[in-house]
Nanobody, 126 residues
């Protein structure tokens, strides 16, 4: 059974940090690019970040560049999103995704993911 399970969300003050974790199982971890989307009611879904296990590429939305860092641990089948200098605009539900293919994170910004996690909520208070 394919699973992506997120953890690490919560409530934090402006300027604080959180680390989201995504545990993957049920498929070959190294064959996929992993990404994070976020969604807030009334706003468009946003592609936040990606890391590809196939070509090592990464992607960051302009809104998070310099503040968020994505990483992948093949030994643990986990992907992490370190979020620093958080702002109220970062408040959203964050979803881990996995996308197979040779396009790496170039594919992440274009194609729909193959798998989605259930999401974890991040709230940044002002």
């Amino acid at each position: 059974e394919v699973q992506l399970v997120e953890s690490g969300g919560g409530l934090v003050q402006t300027g604080g940090s959180l680390r989201l974790s995504c545990a993957a199982s049920g498929f070959t971890f190294d064959d996929y690019a992993f990404g994070w989307f976020r969604q807030t009611p009334g706003k468009e879904r946003e592609r936040v970040s990606c890391v590809s296990n196939t070509d090592g590429s990464t992607y960051y939305a302009d809104s998070v560049k310099g503040r968020f860092t994505i990483s992948s641990d093949s030994a643990k089948n986990r992907v992490y999103l370190q979020m620093n200098s958080l702002k109220p605009d970062d408040t959203a539900d964050y979803y881990c995704t996995a996308q197979r293919g040779s396009f790496g994170c170039s594919g992440f910004v274009v194609f729909e993911p193959d798998y989605w996690g259930q999401g974890t909520q991040v709230t940044v208070s002002s």
